[in-house]
Nanobody
Framework: QVQLVESGGGLVQAGGSLTLSCAAS????????MGWFRQAPGKEREFVAV????????YYGDSVKGRFTISRDNAKNTVYLQMNSLKPEDTAVYYC????????????????WGQGTQVTVSS
């Protein structure tokens, strides 16, 4: 059973930091590119970041560039999203996704999705 399980969401004040984790099955982690998306109430799902299966390249959405960092730990089959300088507009449900084709993820699509974790940034 393929699974992506997010964790690490919560409530944080503006300017603070939070790290999200996404644990994946071994098969997914070693063969798929991994990404993060978010969706705020009443808004469309937004691309946040993606990292290649090899870990060699990462790409970010314009709204998070310079503040968020995606990384992966191959030993733990886990991808992380380090979020710094958080703003109230970062409030959303954050989803982890995986796809064998990088452009699918950057285009907002993915073969596998997690259940999401809520991030709330207070002003």
């Amino acid at each position: 059973q393929v699974q992506l399980v997010e964790s690490g969401g919560g409530l944080v004040q503006a300017g603070g930091s939070l790290t999200l984790s996404c644990a994946a099955s071994r098969y997914i982690f070693t063969n798929y590119n991994m990404g993060w998306f978010r969706q705020a109430p009443g808004k469309e799902r937004e691309f946040v970041a993606v990292i290649r299966w090899s870990g060699g390249s990462a790409y970010y959405g314009d709204s998070v560039k310079g503040r968020f960092t995606i990384s992966r730990d191959n030993a733990k089959n886990t991808v992380y999203l380090q979020m710094n300088s958080l703003k109230p507009e970062d409030t959303a449900v954050y989803y982890c996704a995986a796809d064998s084709v990088l452009s699918q993820l950057t285009g907002g699509r993915g073969d596998y999705w997690g259940q999401g974790t809520q991030v709330t940034v207070s002003s």
